[in-house]
């Protein structure tokens, strides 16, 4: 018998002869699988390369350029004012008493603001009366003794000084009577300015002073502004008033009428950017020319009914100022901006995008003013210049403008 490490001897070849020849199986099938594989993706390659469908132009909203005549507008920087702001200041001195009207409400003229304590002028007025008065019965009294004595001294039964000496008493009592009474006179008006009134109609600010304050000539209760009309001050450059001077001169000399006058309405443009629906007109022109700012003040005056302009806000007055004639016209969104450099996609007879550089002008509406760069009738792309490169074809499409409010 054998052992059993002989038998793992014998063993041992047929095992390793067994698994060379299996991996070789392995290794063949593997090979096959593989060219099989390589095989199929280049017939796949070749036939997505001829099978492969031609990219369609990508599709772009174009509009025409238009030309037209626009008008030419400036602006300024504006501040409105009242025509009229009255600082309500107390003619006599006292203790207030009240306050009769609401913070920030409009207020009509005459119509009570501030009541002072009354009591210390209503006592000065009593004594003013009083000594007038005493007043009346001296001149009542030497008036009856000059009207005795006059016989008496004509028929000598008197000296003539004694007349005259009653004449003289008379002529002082009258003018004391007089005086008297126009110190009467002035307590009767302090009485009266114990109460303060609004001499204007507008709008009352916030009270500077509390009830129970001590408030005398020098103070300052509170201001009264009028705001319909408002006024709109802005500050023109000398050579822009210039333009502008003989019929400015014409207007102040009285030879043509501001109202008749050819001057173009103002429009203003609020703080918070949107337009204030009335127009106004020129109201003023300054007298000088600043010597620091080398600019003129102008006013204009625009109606203010409800109150929406202020007096102390800013705002923008926007002028006509001129006409550009024959002005090419585009979309504002049609045209591109790079680092200050203004371009636009040109749409030609072919149907190619050709970027070009432009040279812009002022802003109307939603257009932009195109003074280089562009010719009448050409079409350039408003929406989808995203998608195209210099050169490449493109499906232009009309563009439409959307409508206002629309999503």
Do not use: H
Not at 17 to 40: D, E, M, P, W
Not at 93 to 109: A, D, I, P, S, T
């Amino acid at each position: 018998m054998r052992s059993e490490f002989e038998l793992r001897r014998i063993e041992s070849p047929i095992n390793i002869s067994n698994l060379r020849q299996r991996s070789t199986v392995k290794l063949g099938r593997i090979a096959t699988f593989a060219g099989l594989c390589l095989t199929l993706l280049m017939l796949a390659g070749c036939g997505s390369k001829e099978a492969a469908p031609q990219m369609s132009p990508p599709d772009v909203d174009v509009t025409g350029v238009v030309q037209q005549d626009v008008p030419v507008f400036q602006e300024w920087v504006a501040q409105l004012n009242g025509p009229t702001n009255v600082e309500i200041t107390p003619k006599v001195q006292g203790y207030l008493l009240r306050q009769n009207y609401e913070n920030g409400y409009f207020v009509k003229k005459g119509q009570l603001l501030y009541e002072i304590d009354p009591r210390p002028l209503q006592a000065s007025l009593d004594q003013a009366k009083a000594e007038v008065a005493v007043a009346v019965a001296n001149v009542s009294r030497t008036q009856a003794d000059v009207d005795r004595d006059t016989p008496l001294a004509a028929q000598f039964a008197i000296p003539q000084k004694q007349l005259d000496n009653d004449q003289a008493n008379l002529a002082s009592w009258k003018a004391q009577l007089l005086a008297r009474q126009a110190q009467q006179q002035q307590a009767e008006l302090n009485l009266g300015w114990t109460k303060v009134f609004s001499p204007i109609d507008g709008i009352a600010g916030v009270t500077n002073s509390q009830i129970g304050d001590l408030v005398g000539t020098s103070t300052k209760m509170t201001t009264v502004s009028e705001v319909d009309p408002i006024w709109a001050y802005f500050n023109v450059s000398e050579s822009a008033f210039l333009n502008a001077a003989p019929l400015v001169n014409q207007i102040i000399r009285g030879t043509a009428s501001l109202k008749n006058a050819a001057l173009p309405p103002v429009e203003f443009i609020q703080a918070n950017g949107i337009s204030y629906p009335m127009r106004g007109q020129f109201i003023y022109v300054n007298r000088q020319i600043g010597t620091q700012t080398g600019t003129i003040q102008m006013a204009a005056q625009f109606s203010n009914k409800n109150a929406i302009l202020r007096p102390g806000g800013y705002g923008r007055v926007r002028i006509q100022t001129g006409m550009n004639k024959n002005a090419l016209l585009i979309p504002q969104a049609a045209v591109i901006e790079v680092q200050s450099m203004y371009q636009v996609v040109v749409v030609g007879p072919d149907n190619k995008a050709d970027f070009r550089p432009v040279k812009v002008g002022e802003r109307v509406g939603t257009n932009w003013v195109i003074s280089e760069g562009l010719k009448p009738g050409e079409k350039v792309v408003v929406q989808g210049f995203m998608k195209v490169r210099e050169g490449t074809p493109v499906s232009p499409k009309p563009y439409v403008v959307a409508a206002a409010g629309s999503n």
